[in-house]
């Protein structure tokens, strides 16, 4: 059963960093590819970041890419989302999913979604 936790959210302002935290065991971020999404107030789901589990190879959405940075530490069995330069824009409940090879279609992931953490971006 593939079961992630994130956390990390908070309010910041514009300009600002946080850093996400996606949480599993061994085996799901081993044998599993693993992507963030997000989702604004009435938008749907989208994929932003993720990270191959065969070789660790980050990928990133156009709207992200610079400024999001994907990692993962496998001792401690979590995958960061380090975020900088937010903007409003960014404002969403973010979330982790994990898939077989990478994708940004939470269409594709194993197990089903955690509650997901609030990033609020606003001055």
């Known amino acids: 059963q593939v079961q992630l936790v994130e956390s990390g959210g908070g309010l910041v302002q514009p300009g600002g960093s946080l850093r996400l935290s996606c949480v599993g065991d061994k085996y799901t971020l081993d044998y599993y590819s693993i992507n963030w999404y997000r989702q604004a107030p009435g938008k749907e789901r989208e994929g932003i970041s993720g990270i191959a589990s065969i070789d660790g190879t980050t990928y990133y959405a156009e709207s992200v890419k610079g400024r999001f940075t994907v990692s993962k530490d496998r001792a401690k069995n979590t995958v960061y989302l380090q975020m900088n330069n937010l903007k409003p824009e960014d404002t969403a409940v973010y979330y982790c999913?994990?898939?077989?090879?990478?994708?940004?279609?939470?269409?594709?992931?194993?197990?089903?979604w955690g509650q997901g953490t609030q990033v609020t971006v606003s001055s």
């Open positions: 999913g994990a898939s077989i090879g990478p994708t940004f279609d939470p269409g594709l992931i194993f197990g089903s």
